[in-house]
């Protein structure tokens, strides 16, 4: 199994270097530093990838045969502190972010450095019996800690106030994000208490999966900020169609007066939660009043601003629109505007020109 492992290790290092350069070399379009963030960040866990295939095989790192190594504890806090920084470029958080920073590295760089610049002096543990066996050992049940502090600490990334007006991601990036996060956290926690070479395979192959998605999400999916925000454009309104009755009026203030459409978030779940009512008497309501459903409607909103926009300002860039239509996808973005317009964006701007 070290030998599968080992593979599997070589592997990741030709995919993280490869995603980083292929980041780096767009690094210019968002007009954020999220690319150059993950670009660098892939080669950092290339590298760290590289160094631990080259010790188990000079045989100068024992952390393959020893439960809860100090290096193997603490250096992997450190690293768990630049991911964040990815999350904090393209979440776009509410609030002040020097204090979401604080909240964020100031514990972990405290057990960092008392973890490994505190003068401790770790017991070497060779298995699950001797762990037991010296639990009670202040350096053990600290070095227990660290990991557990570092398991859960990846669910904080769920309790970032986000600005879906700011962030260049939808929520279910968010959680995709997040969720892969906290996976990759697990199946590292119960590599070093077991040491089982499976959850070992798991963890790598976890690894190369989420930088795999987050590159492939920026290079084919999301709809970056705009570099201008486009703020004297216009907001257009559907005309709904009568009779105006109770609940009909709470969903046009939600979607036209609050322009709750321009939210990528915005879900039949959310608008029910926000008018007080059911997904019965929601899609009724829409059936009743403009004669197509809740998702068709949105989508309307969101291409029907596009459309507009691109007649008034021939000049201003479409993805630009998308975005601040509520699109955070260009796949969805363009499956939305053939859908709507019945041709594709392609042939429509075309269209315009001639």
């Known amino acids: 199994m070290l030998y599968v492992a080992s593979v599997l290790l070589a592997v990741m290092v030709v995919l993280l270097i490869t995603c980083g350069v292929l980041l780096w070399k767009r690094r210019e379009e968002t007009g954020d530093y999220s690319r150059l963030i993950q670009a660098i960040l892939s080669w950092i866990s290339a590298f760290f990838a590289f160094m631990f295939i080259f010790r188990i095989w000079k045989g100068t790192s024992v952390s393959y045969v020893t439960y809860l190594d100090s290096e193997h504890t603490f250096v992997p806090i450190g690293i768990m502190m630049t991911y964040f920084f990815y999350p904090l470029e393209v979440f776009c958080v509410k609030g002040n972010r020097l204090k979401v920073y604080a909240f964020l590295f100031i514990p972990l760089l405290m057990l960092l450095f008392i973890g490994l610049f505190g003068g401790i002096k770790y017991t070497t543990l060779y298995t699950l019996a001797d762990l037991w066996e010296h639990i009670a050992e202040p350096n053990v049940w600290f070095r227990f800690f660290s990991l557990i502090v570092m398991l859960f600490y990846g669910f904080v990334l769920f309790l970032l106030p986000y600005d879906y ?48 998605g987050v590159a492939y999400y920026e290079l084919k999916i999301r709809l970056y900020t705009p570099k201008k925000r486009y703020e004297n454009l216009d907001v257009v309104q559907l005309e709904p169609a009568s009779p105006m009755n109770s609940l009909w009026e709470k969903i046009v203030e939600v979607i036209e007066v609050n322009e ?46 596009v459309v507009e926009e691109l007649k008034k300002h021939p000049d201003t860039h479409v993805h630009d629109l998308f975005f601040l239509a509520g699109f955070r996808s260009r796949s969805t973005a363009s499956e939305c505007f053939k859908r709507v317009m019945g041709m594709t964006l392609t042939e429509y701007l075309a269209q315009q020109k001639s």
């Open 165 to 212: 007006k700011q962030s260049s991601v939808d929520r279910k990036f968010i959680w995709t994000y997040s969720l892969g996060f906290c996976l990759i956290g697990v199946l590292y926690f119960l590599e070093q208490m077991t040491h089982a070479y499976v959850l070992e395979v798991l963890h790598q192959m976890a690894w190369m999966g989420f930088f795999f």
């Open 260 to 305: 709750g459409w321009r939210d990528p978030d915005l879900t039949l779940s959310v608008l029910t939660s926000k008018v007080h009512s059911n997904r019965t008497y929601v899609n009724e309501a829409f059936k009743r009043n403009v004669d197509m459903g809740f998702s068709e409607y949105v989508s309307k909103c969101r291409i029907q601003y």
